[in-house]
Each structure stands twice: as structure tokens, then as C-alpha cells.
């Protein structure tokens, strides 16, 4: 593991070598009572995993964090979290990484040249007041073509290591949690269209009905849904599902 | 001590890695039967009656209405677990997974019985409740809204 980060208040740093998951290192911290701010980081992980279960390549090197929040607010608002981190995440790579073009991908994705680089899974459990957002970053190693073509910071040619991604996220998260729990919504939904891949192109969802949703990305609902506008002009809100646009992306 | 999701989800992972096409599993309280099919592992989950509680329960229903205090229209029905969260049900943790639970599977307050997912925002759903799952109601990948009842469950605490 490259040398500890100092990270920006309110977060704290817990460092593992090696671990299954850090989200669920994370979930079983918020249950024993760890506080608002808890950073979960460790340099490998085992068992890492994506959204529905899937594999997350998890090499030394990569970044692996889990970001312990109680935001304190209704759940259907939480899942904005996602967005928050995504943009802060778009400045922090944008910042330490000068080279790549940083894009936001729904709900919330970072991809760096139009490959996925980063990917945010939001997990909470029942009416728990508590949220872990696990960030992971491609810094030095891309797993093989997989759903999504990745990339990797060191592929970019970008020297920065996981300590200093790591370090950035932090900086520009406690910044945009705050501008999210003082403004709401809007001005995160406005940077993360700001910043958003394929806006105005034609994309599709694959559902997990087997539905596949086609449409021009149009841009987010209020509450940061998938908006898809069809080709006799109606729309379609989408909350969950993987999104692609034309292109491969 | 019951089995659980998160059991049943470790004995997968162990299976996933060897080359055990069938698991069968029976003790005292419960028998669970893992299969490998082209599509991931199927699962069979029956809890056995186990020394005390469900017999008793269900034998004291007919006592208790004989008594005159007719159990409350839910109790019947089983008490609904519903979603708080708008979005996509799942009933197991990833695609191929055996389900977190089957009609008939043992539930306590903090079993994880499914997923609510919107916008990558996983909401796992608790039972709430000590009981066995009576029915159901939500097919895994529909879209549910807030409130919408994803299973019943006969309670056992109340």
C-alpha cells in the first residue's frame, strides 16, 4: 500500500492490507458504531464486487474505498449520493490527472476518454440511517473487456497512485456533501450534466425485466432518473439499469 | 441456530470453486438442497419443524379463535413486508444466486429476504419480523413503488 493519506475532515482513514470487501467492512463498522466520515481503504481486495454481485477487479495499486455517510435524509434522496460522489470524483481525477477528459456516465460512473475508469456502488439496509458509498478506481490496472471497456489512470499515462486519488476524492467529496445537504439536488445535477458522457445521443437500458429502453439520454428527472426520450417524443424515467450508448459506450 | 442468506451464500461461494454439481444439506431445523444448472445454482430451502414455536403456533390458532378474539385480518394473510425505496426488486444478490428466500423460509427481524435498487443505491430489505415467508408477491426484476408489498411473512413475534 503507497503511504497513508492525510484526508480533508470529516473523514477518517481505516488502512487494511488486503480485505474481502471494503463495503462490507464498512457495513459491519456502521453497525458497531462507527461514525459519519469513516473511510474504509484497503490495498487489495478479495472479494470486491460491482452492482448485482458482479466482479470487481480489485489489484494493488487500484483504489478500494468505502465512504461510511449518515446523510440523514429520506432513502429515495439518499441514492443522490451517488451523483454527489460521482462529481466530486470527475474534480478529483480531473485535478490529479490532467491528461485524461473525465466524464460522468449514469447513474454513476467515471470514465476517463470514454472508458469506465471508476465505478460507485451505493449500499444501506433497511431503514438504516447509515450509507455506504464504495468507490473503486482503475489507477494503475484495467481489468479485460468485460460489460464495460475500461481504462486505468496509468494507461493515460497518469503517475498519480491510489493514496493520492484517494486523497483528492476526499477533498472535493467533503465539499460537494456539503453543498448537497445545504443546496439539494440541483447544483449536483447540474455539474454531473455538466460533466455527463453521451448527452443528446442515442442510448439504451437494459433492464432487469429483459426491457431494453431506447432513446435520446435527454438528460436527469429531478431526482437524478434516466431520461430517454423515444422517437415519437415520449420519455421514459429510468432508475435502474445498464446504460449504453451508441458507439459501444 | 437457523440458516441464513449470508449461509447460504458462503456455501455457494465454496461450491462455485470445486467440482460439486449437487449439495444436499438436512439437519434438525432445516434441509437445503443446492443444485449447479446452466444458469448458476438453484436452490431448495425447506425449514423443518423445529422443536418448539411452529407446531405450537399453529396449533394454538384454532384455541385462540374458539376463545372468541379472531385473529386480525393480517395475521391471516401474513404480515406484508413492503419496499421503501422506489425501484428495481431483486430477490438475490447478484443473477444466478439462489433467491434470499423461498415460501416456507425461516425469517427473523434482520434476515435479508431482497434488493431494492435505484440508481445504484442497493436497499436491502429486511423481514422486520420473526415468522416464516407465507407468499411471494413481487417477481424477481419488477419495478416497485413505495409501499408496494414484496412477500408475507406469518409473524411469530407478535
Not at chain 1, 474481502?20 to 478479495?46: C, F, I, M, P, Y
Not at chain 1, 456533501?177 to 447544483?187: H, I, K, V
Not at chain 2, 422506489?86 to 434488493?115: H, K, L, M, Q
Request: hydrophobic share 45%.
Amino acid at each position: 500500500m503507497t503511504a497513508a493519506p492525510e484526508l480533508a475532515p470529516p473523514f477518517r482513514l481505516i488502512a487494511y492490507d488486503q480485505i474481502g470487501s471494503t463495503n462490507d467492512e464498512a457495513k459491519r463498522l456502521a453497525e458497531a458504531g462507527a461514525e459519519h466520515g469513516t473511510v474504509v481503504w484497503a490495498a487489495e481486495q478479495t472479494a470486491g464486487r460491482g452492482r448485482r454481485g458482479r466482479h470487481w477487479h480489485s489489484p494493488r495499486g487500484n483504489l478500494h474505498s468505502s465512504f461510511l455517510l449518515f446523510p440523514r435524509c429520506p432513502l429515495h434522496e439518499a441514492a443522490q449520493l451517488g451523483f454527489v460522489t460521482a462529481v466530486a470524483l470527475r474534480e478529483a481525477l480531473s485535478e490529479i490527472c490532467p491528461v485524461g477528459r473525465f466524464e460522468c456516465k449514469w447513474p454513476n460512473d467515471v470514465l476517463c476518454d470514454g472508458l469506465k475508469v471508476a465505478g460507485i456502488l451505493l449500499e444501506t439496509a433497511g431503514h438504516a440511517d447509515w450509507m455506504v458509498v464504495g468507490v473503486g478506481v482503475n489507477v494503475v490496472a484495467a481489468p479485460d473487456p468485460a460489460l464495460y471497456p475500461a481504462t486505468c489512470l496509468r494507461g493515460v499515462g497518469c503517475p498519480a497512485t491510489a493514496g493520492d486519488v484517494l486523497a483528492a476524492l476526499c477533498r472535493n467529496l467533503a465539499v460537494w456533501y456539503d453543498t448537497w445537504r445545504m443546496r439539494g439536488f440541483a447544483p449536483v445535477r447540474e455539474a454531473w450534466l455538466a460533466g455527463a458522457c453521451g448527452l443528446g445521443r442515442p442510448a439504451e437500458a437494459r433492464l432487469a425485466d429483459g426491457e431494453v429502453v431506447k432513446g435520446i439520454f435527454a438528460g436527469l428527472d429531478a431526482g437524478g432518473a434516466l431520461l430517454l426520450t423515444s422517437a415519437d417524443g415520449g420519455q421514459r424515467s429510468v432508475l435502474a439499469g445498464d446504460v449504453f450508448f451508441a458507439g459501444g459506450r | 441456530m437457523s440458516l441464513t442468506s449470508e449461509d447460504v451464500e458462503e456455501i455457494v461461494r465454496i461450491l462455485d470453486a470445486s467440482f460439486v454439481d449437487e449439495l444436499r444439506l438436512e439437519t434438525k431445523r432445516f434441509r437445503v438442497i443446492l443444485r449447479r444448472g446452466d444458469a448458476g445454482w438453484t436452490q431448495e430451502t425447506r425449514t423443518l419443524a423445529p422443536e418448539h414455536a411452529t407446531p405450537s403456533a399453529i396449533a394454538d390458532a384454532p384455541a385462540e379463535a374458539v376463545a372468541g378474539e379472531a385473529p386480525p385480518a393480517a395475521a391471516k394473510a401474513g404480515a406484508p413486508v413492503e419496499t421503501q425505496l422506489v425501484g428495481t426488486f431483486y430477490r438475490a444478490p447478484n443473477p444466478g444466486a439462489p433467491p434470499f428466500v423461498e415460501v416456507g423460509s425461516r425469517v427473523e427481524p434482520d434476515t435479508v429476504v431482497g434488493i431494492v435498487e435505484a440508481m445504484k443505491l442497493m436497499n436491502s430489505v429486511h423481514a422486520g419480523m420473526r415468522g416464516t415467508v407465507l407468499e411471494i408477491c413481487t417477481d424477481n426484476g419488477q419495478f416497485v413503488e413505495r409501499g408496494h408489498v414484496l412477500m408475507r411473512v406469518r409473524r411469530e413475534d407478535a
